[in-house]
T-cell receptor
Framework: NAGVTQTPKFQVLKTGQSMTLQCAQD?????MSWYRQDPGMGLRLIHY???????DQGEVPNGYNVSRSTTEDFPLRLLSAAPSQTSVYFC????????????FGPGTRLLVL | GQQLNQSPQSMFIQEGEDVSMNCTSS?????WLWYKQDPGEGPVLLIA?????ELTSNGRLTAQFGITRKDSFLNISASIPSDVGIYFC?????????FGAGTTVTVRA
């Protein structure tokens, strides 16, 4: 099993550009989520999904879109990048929620100029 | 979002020392979790706590779920060089995790 994979590892964008951060898991996990990590603030939940076709907003959803067309993939879209979206983005997955470990991917470092 | 206050922000350890860190919240959580993050990696779960008052160990790590369900602590005994990294507490209700800002553990020269 590859676990949770994220691409790209690093990306530089200009303000206003759009891009998609990819996340995939091969563990048949129902639950997937996206977090951003900023210095001194821990990880904050952006969006999450409890299964294919179902998504919901987390703590900081503005400026981000998600969709979940398959169990394996959960892409995060930035429609019009802003410097405030410079961060490290982590994707996580788990079999369920209660008493199930969330496995994190290695992260995508995004710099918006 | 829900705010978790984690302290200390950073600490220096000497090999063999015991270290402690804690996390408090104004909100109640059903589950408390402790993660460790190494540079360039995602967080990895160390200990999960599911019941108020629960004390759980994982090797040299011990963590407790506070009685009020608003706090938790993590102890590391007999620290070793590979204990360096960033430790995060997280509280969970339903599908959502709320994280503390982290405790950075560094080896004292």
């Amino acid at each position: 099993n590859a676990g949770v994979t994220q691409t790209p590892k690093f990306q530089v964008l200009k303000t206003g550009q759009s891009m998609t951060l990819q996340c995939a898991q091969d563990m048949n996990h129902e639950y997937m989520s996206w977090y951003r990590q900023d210095p001194g603030m821990g990880l904050r939940l952006i969006h999450y999904s409890v299964g294919a076709g179902i998504t919901d907003q987390g703590e900081v959803p503005n400026g981000y879109n998600v969709s979940r067309s398959t169990t394996e993939d959960f892409p995060l879209r930035l429609l019009s990048a802003a410097p405030s979206q410079t961060s490290v983005y982590f994707c996580a997955s788990s079999r369920g929620t209660v008493r199930e470990t969330q496995y994190f991917g290695p992260g995508t470092r995004l710099l918006v100029l | 979002g829900q705010q978790l206050n984690q302290s200390p922000q950073s600490m220096f350890i000497q090999e063999g020392e015991d270290v402690s860190m804690n996390c408090t919240s104004s909100s109640i959580f059903n589950t408390w979790l402790w993660y460790k993050q190494d540079p360039g990696e995602g967080p990895v779960l160390l200990i999960a706590l599911y019941k108020a008052g629960e004390l759980t160990s994982n090797g040299r790590l011990t963590a407790q779920f506070g009685i009020t369900r608003k706090d938790s602590f993590l102890n590391i005994s007999a620290s070793i060089p590979s204990d360096v990294g960033i430790y995060f507490c997280a509280g969970q209700n339903d599908y959502k995790l709320s994280f503390g800002a982290g405790t950075t553990v560094t080896v004292r020269a």
